[in-house]
């Protein structure tokens, strides 16, 4: 049997945006009824990543949690923040042209960090299910993120089960 569900999120602009999602995911499971099989938890969007983690219960002073805040420190170090043109060779006149015409502007091209993040760390996870129960350890949760800081929208994370 496959399930799918689609859960609408809306993202900030200016900082990454964490969503914990695993209270969606097991309302998925339910729904779907399935006691034995997989939940992938899935973004589309190429600047989006979905991962297994554990809460840190304190928060900093960004308003992420002290583990997400120190993922998006760790990732400034490696992928800097694309604050100007540039740093990357992405986007280039091709890419800029493009967007134009389909109705983005330019600042909203300069999200390559968000790309490259996005292919580093994925845009899946793929969690057991055993007997009706996601098997994501005792802290374990699901976080889908948008690494896009150059406008808030909305986002649609993906949930599809497998199983019997």
Excluded at 23 to 30: G, P, V, W
Excluded at 81 to 92: A, F
Aim: net charge negative; with cysteine.
């Amino acid at each position: 049997m496959v399930f799918k569900k689609a859960v609408k999120l809306q993202s900030n602009d200016k900082v990454c945006t964490f969503h914990n999602v695993t209270a969606q995911a097991k309302e998925a499971l339910r729904e779907s009824g399935i006691k034995n099989g997989i939940v992938v938890v899935y973004s589309h969007h190429t600047t989006c990543s979905v991962i297994t983690q554990e809460c840190a219960f304190d928060m900093s002073m960004t308003g992420l949690e002290t583990l997400q805040q120190d993922l998006v420190d760790v990732f400034e170090k490696m992928v800097p923040t694309c604050s100007r043109e540039g740093i990357y060779l992405h986007p280039g006149p091709k890419a800029l042209k493009f967007a134009e015409e389909h109705g983005e502007d330019a600042r909203g091209c300069h999200n390559t960090d968000a790309h490259l993040i996005s292919s580093i760390i994925g845009r899946s996870q793929t969690i057991v299910v055993d007997e009706g129960e996601m098997d994501l350890g005792e802290f374990g949760f699901i976080y889908f993120i948008d690494w896009d800081k150059t406008r808030a929208r909305q986002r649609t994370v993906q949930i599809m089960i497998i199983g019997e």
